[in-house]
């Protein structure tokens, strides 16, 4: 079975360039969740989404920050203008029902220049 | 105040020995759910195993068991047997009651040496 799919696995930009990274859930499942991870904070969510419906985004750190997803084979978070301290590991997961655990992708490491 | 303490930030095993990760939770609901995940050093997150509040019994997959000892909130992680690929950083998390959100804690590094 596929996992978690995130593109792209490495992205450099400079900043105030606009990033966009992707995910694609597993089949079926109905969660779909974005963490960030870093040295000084860790692993944090930012956003989850409930069969496509955002339910929980306030660990967006700020409207740089978007999150969508128009489908529940697809989500996209976009950071927009992007700044040096947005470099991070950007991991997506998703879950089938509500006590089922969350399964990562391998994560997008983001750096912005 | 936390809601996911990991106080080693680092341990050693020798191969085949077993190792104990600890994990202590801060909940006021009954009902939660705790995950232990392994993040290799190619980055990626592997669920490892899961233990449900009301669960009678601590949860076993393969080498790893989870020592769920409910009145002292802790959930630590048994890993038997240890083996070289066991090297690895590894995270306890919680889901509380019904938000489906995890919290994790700050992970714990685990070597393991020949």
């Known amino acids: 079975d596929a996992g978690v799919i995130q593109s792209p696995r490495h992205e450099v930009t400079e900043m105030g360039q606009e990033v966009t990274l992707r995910c694609k859930p597993i089949?079926?499942?109905?969660?779909l969740f974005w963490y960030r991870q870093t040295m000084m904070r860790g692993l944090e969510l930012l956003i989850y989404f409930n069969n496509n419906v955002p339910i929980d985004d306030s660990g967006m750190p700020e409207d740089r920050f978007s999150a969508k997803m128009p489908n529940a084979s697809f989500s996209t978070l976009k950071i927009q203008p992007s700044e040096p301290r947005d470099s991070a590991v950007y991991f997506c997961?998703?879950?089938?029902?509500?006590?089922?655990?969350?399964?990562f992708g391998d994560g997008t490491r983001l750096s912005i220049l | 105040a936390q809601k996911i303490t990991q106080t080693q930030p680092g341990m050693f095993v020798q191969e085949k020995e077993a190792v104990t990760l600890d994990c202590t939770y801060d909940?006021?609901?009954?009902?939660?759910?705790l995950f232990w995940y392994k993040q290799p050093s190619s980055g990626e997150m592997i669920f490892l195993i899961y233990q449900g509040s009301y669960d009678q019994q601590n949860a076993t997959e393969g080498r790893y068991s989870l020592n769920f000892q409910k009145a002292r909130k802790s959930a630590n992680l048994v890993i038997s047997a240890s083996q070289l690929g066991d090297s690895a950083m590894y995270f306890c998390a919680m889901r509380e009651g019904s938000t489906d959100k995890l919290i994790f804690g700050t992970g714990t590094r685990l070597q393991v040496f020949p």
């Open positions: 089949s079926g499942h109905d969660y």
């Open positions: 909940t006021s609901d009954p009902s939660y759910g």
């Open positions: 997961a998703s879950k089938g029902s509500s006590n089922q655990p969350q399964h």
